[in-house]
């Protein structure tokens, strides 16, 4: 196996100049991973062309450029006198780091080898802190790659690939989470000399975001002649021809963006040219809105009502989630539909109207999913008590009404028990009232309590008497 180096040095300058007249450089300031470039070239009737090696472009003549990702990048700067033809370019590596709060710290590396007479490339993981992820590779015209494996790229014969690493994670609540990526510029057998040559068949591409789909019009460099680009990804290539043409993308692919190879053959029997050339583009959707998660918090809460009474369960979830409430009758779960005594079975709320008292024990879950992040989850299970009436008040002679009750409670009995001590536990089972009360009737102010189901205790001697009550 016979390795060869990628890149030479970190910070590996190239310069090319046809023509004495033509000089092309540039220098850059960054924040991050948005680099703001100068352009220093001095060329005449200058038409400028930027490659930042990340699978986009500019003809901005000193452009701001937000990169994907941390990575390392070979940005090429092309100038053209369109009067004189005279060409030239610059070409320096940079190294991006974006800011992120991510604990994975994303970093690859690669080797370019030579085996029994094909060319491979081989990416490997050289990450911290990003144990428990899955790693995938896009490299050259493969995609979704384990590290470690062979890439073949013999065929290709000269080209601008990208190769990148992501770093993924998956569950049924969050679905698929793209974390981090890491990205490098892979030029292979790359000579950006004869850019504008008659035989080159090297071309420029620019990237219209439109709302239909990224607008994408590709122009051969060099002088016209018979210019075929070829668009991998959807299938068998297509061919565009011309020598401009334009493709529209559809927007897919999420966060990520969509990996797309762009190859031109120059068979031009002419000037006895057959020359092959590709590029990888990535196109990324700029309405790209990140599914929600399938989080449940709060999960719902037994709820206790009186016969005849109305219920909820809530729970609160991101929108743009869809929900589907379940009822457990004692036969097994099943979903609810929003009729009879159900509504909101599609929402945060589930409410059900007029509870009957055989309805006591029934459980309730609501299952969430999120259409494009295909996570799920289901929440905790929560059941309709049925409150308990104040038959053992009426029976040792003591009414209590109104109930269900608003601001007061009243209480008589039929003749004096002596001192009895009075309290009213909430339904978390914390006491909220606690009184003494003496004579054949008392008032109760509850005005204060929140909505609910609560238990009156009367101790009376020795005997406690217990019923429920609701405050409305």
């Given at each position: ?6 890149v ?12 004495a ?11 991050w991973e948005?680099?703001?470039?100068t ?8 038409h400028?062309?930027?490659n ?9 003549i ?11 990048y070979?940005?090429t700067?092309?100038?053209l006198d369109?009067v004189?033809q ?13 800011q ?7 970093f690859?590396t ?26 995938y590779?896009?490299?050259g015209?493969?995609?979704n790659?384990?590290?470690g494996?062979?890439?073949g790229?013999?065929g290709?014969?000269?080209?601008l690939?990208l190769?990148?690493m992501?770093y ?12 981090r ?8 057998n790359?000579d950006q000399l ?5 035989c ?6 620019a990237i219209d975001?439109?709302?239909?789909g990224a ?8 002088p016209p ?14 061919p565009?021809v ?5 493709f529209v ?12 190879n ?11 040219c ?8 990535i ?6 809105e ?5 989080q449940i918090?709060p999960e719902?809460?037994d709820?206790m009502?009186a016969?005849g ?9 991101e929108?743009?989630?869809d929900?589907?409430?379940q ?7 099943q ?15 589930l409410?059900i109207a ?14 969430v999913t999120?259409?494009g ?10 059941a309709i008590?049925?409150?308990v009436g104040?038959?053992?008040f009426?029976?040792?002679g003591i009414g209590?009404?109104?109930n269900?009750?608003t ?5 008589q ?6 001192p009895?001590?009075?309290?009213i536990?909430?339904a ?10 003496v ?7 509850i ?10 205790s ?6 406690r008497i ?7």
């Amino acid at each position: 196996m016979e390795k060869r180096s990628l890149v030479s040095a970190i910070n590996l300058l190239v310069c090319f100049s046809v023509l004495a007249q033509c000089s092309t450089d540039f220098s850059h300031t960054d924040d991050w991973e948005t680099l703001t470039f100068t352009n220093l070239s001095s060329v005449p009737n200058a038409h400028y062309y930027w490659n930042f090696g990340d699978g986009s472009t500019s003809y901005d003549i000193a452009p701001t450029h937000a990169f994907p990702e941390s990575g390392r990048y070979l940005v090429t700067l092309l100038s053209l006198d369109t009067v004189s033809q005279c060409h030239s370019l610059h070409q320096e590596w940079i190294d991006v780091v974006k800011q992120v709060l991510d604990a994975c710290n994303a970093f690859m590396t690669d080797s370019l080898f030579t085996y029994n007479g094909s060319d491979y490339v081989q990416v490997s993981d050289g990450s911290s802190g990003c144990d428990g992820m899955s790693k995938y590779i896009d490299a050259g015209p493969a995609q979704n790659f384990p590290p470690g494996n062979w890439i073949g790229l013999s065929g290709w014969h000269r080209a601008l690939f990208l190769e990148r690493m992501r770093y993924v994670t998956f569950d049924s609540i969050n679905g698929a989470v793209e974390h981090r990526q890491f990205y490098r510029t892979l030029p292979y057998n790359d000579d950006q000399l004869t850019t504008y040559d008659t035989c080159s068949a090297n071309f420029e591409y620019a990237i219209d975001y439109q709302p239909d789909g990224a607008h994408v019009q590709f122009t051969t460099m060099g002088p016209p002649g018979a210019d075929t680009i070829w668009i991998t990804g959807f299938g068998n290539p297509l061919p565009l021809v011309g020598h401009t043409s334009s493709f529209v993308y559809p927007y897919y692919g999420g966060l990520v963006g969509h990996w797309s190879n762009v190859w031109r053959r120059n068979t031009d029997v002419n000037h006895g040219c057959n020359s092959f050339y590709a590029q990888t583009l990535i196109v990324k959707d700029p309405y790209y809105e990140i599914p929600p998660s399938c989080q449940i918090d709060p999960e719902p809460t037994d709820q206790m009502v009186a016969e005849g009474g109305n219920v909820q369960f809530i729970i609160e979830t991101e929108d743009g989630t869809d929900k589907q409430w379940q009822q457990n009758a004692g036969l097994g779960w099943q979903d609810l539909m929003n009729a009879g005594p159900y509504s909101g079975v599609h929402t945060d709320t589930l409410t059900i109207a007029n509870v009957q008292n055989w309805w006591n024990n029934y459980q309730y879950r609501c299952v969430v999913t999120a259409l494009g992040s295909y996570c799920h989850n289901t929440s905790a299970v929560a059941a309709i008590v049925i409150a308990v009436g104040i038959d053992e008040f009426a029976n040792v002679g003591i009414g209590l009404f109104p109930n269900p009750a608003t601001d007061v409670l009243n209480l008589q009995w039929d003749h004096s028990q002596g001192p009895m001590r009075v309290s009213i536990i909430d339904a978390l089972g914390k006491e909220v009232m606690n009184d003494e009360l003496v004579g054949t009737s008392a008032t109760l102010n509850i005005s204060t309590l929140d909505q609910g189901v609560y238990l009156l205790s009367i101790l009376v001697g020795e005997r406690r008497i217990q019923g429920r009550f609701i405050k409305q």
